[in-house]
């Protein structure tokens, strides 16, 4: 979420000083293996999904222009996993783990932390609301985007949301939106796209891009993921079923 935004900017910069001219964004999440399936007011937000970018230097007056990056101070225990780590991943022993996961304060403070950096960056980039073509949210959750449209007063067409299909993919959440968007037809030559992003620290981050004159691929892949024949229940009891293996 907010780190891919973070890279996204941090590379951004390195391609307009001239120190790179390609570059590989990468976001990828595993959340179904953190998960304590017990828990139904966080195992069932979340999902499993990846998504990159090439951001590459170019003649057009395109790119990311503007960026805000922040964190909630003292807030760090409301989304946590104790005693999770490197070192215990680095140990290949069976994890018991438990999303320490406080929804309402989560809300409030992702409502106001989204809200305040989208405001931020538009004023650092010198935009105005209405010149706002699209926005790609962060796929929290459906209350949390909601609530930062009504606060932001725009309209709920411009926002790109694909939390029916893939729940939240934390850190692949924002580029597995902006390429639905994409093979939509949504993303059009010239458009300033307005992204958001809140998360676990609490931090939170707001950039802006101009996308440039391409908007189709230079070319396809016919790669599919296998189809998935299981209900949400079917899914949950197989992942319960795995943890206790694993535990065993």
């Known amino acids: 979420m907010q780190r891919f935004l973070y890279a996204f900017n941090m590379v951004s910069d390195m391609i307009r000083a001239g120190s790179i001219r390609t570059a590989l964004v990468i976001g990828s999440e595993r959340l179904s293996s953190l998960m304590n399936w ?18 590459q230097a170019s003649v057009h007056q395109s790119g990311f222009f503007a960026g805000k990056l922040g964190c909630v101070p003292g807030t760090r225990e409301l989304l946590a996993i104790p005693d999770f780590g490197l070192d215990a991943i680095a140990q290949f022993r069976p994890l018991d783990i438990s ?26 980039g010198g935009v105005q609301l209405h010149e706002i073509d699209l926005i790609v949210p962060h796929q929290a959750n459906l209350r949390i985007v909601e609530a930062v449209v009504r606060r ?25 939106a902006l390429c639905e968007a994409l093979e939509e037809g949504r993303v059009k030559p010239g458009m300033t796209i307005l992204f958001t992003a809140f998360g676990a620290g609490l931090t939170w981050a707001a950039s802006l891009l101009r996308w440039g004159p391409r908007v189709t691929p230079l ?30």
Not at 38 to 55: I, K, N, Q, Y
């Open 38 to 55: 017990s828990r139904r007011e966080s195992a069932v937000l979340f999902g499993d999904g990846a998504g990159a970018f090439v951001l």
């Open 99 to 124: 999303i320490d996961f406080s929804g309402p304060e989560i809300f409030k403070h992702a409502v106001k932390g989204m809200g305040d950096a989208c405001e931020a960056v538009l004023t650092q």
């Open 152 to 176: 932001l007063g725009v309209s709920a067409d411009k926002v790109v949301l694909t939390l029916e299909k893939y729940a939240n993919t934390s850190t692949s959440s924002i580029p597995i």
């Open 219 to 248: 070319g396809t892949t016919d790669i599919e993921l296998p189809p998935c024949e299981q209900t949400g229940l079917e899914l949950t009891q197989a992942a319960i079923a795995r943890r206790a293996r694993q535990g065993a």
